[in-house]
């Protein structure tokens, strides 16, 4: 009975709050990345960072879109999120979008 109702919990959609928490904290990631590079970077490399995290999350969690995480993923998408740094086929798109 416990392993059924712990299943379900993890299995539920993230709450609003939850998923904003971790949208934030994606953003938070991204601008703190583009900071320590003291370099401005245009649209296009921005684009380039959010799709290298966000096909990370989605990766390590089996989903197709932000939207479908679930209570179990919270805790490994927001360790994800803390430990990122972008692939170096990313830095490298980056570079040439200059």
């Known amino acids: 009975m ?5 299943d379900l919990e993890d299995n ?7 998923y904003n928490y971790l949208s934030k904290a994606i953003s938070k990631t991204i601008n703190n990345f583009i900071n320590a590079q ?13 799709k290298d995290i966000n096909g990370g999350v989605k ?3 089996g989903i197709q879109t932000r939207s479908q995480l679930r209570e179990g ?3 490994n998408v927001q360790d994800y ?4 740094v972008p692939s170096t086929a ?8 200059a």
């Open 59 to 61: 990766k390590i969690t």
């Open 73 to 75: 993923d919270f805790q």
């Open 81 to 84: 999120v803390s430990n990122w």
């Open 38 to 50: 003291q370099t401005g970077l245009n649209m296009k490399q921005r684009r380039e960072l959010y």
């Open 90 to 97: 990313t830095l490298a798109l980056i570079k040439q979008l």
């Open 2 to 6: 416990d392993s059924r109702v712990t």
């Open 12 to 18: 539920q959609f993230l709450a609003p709050g939850e």
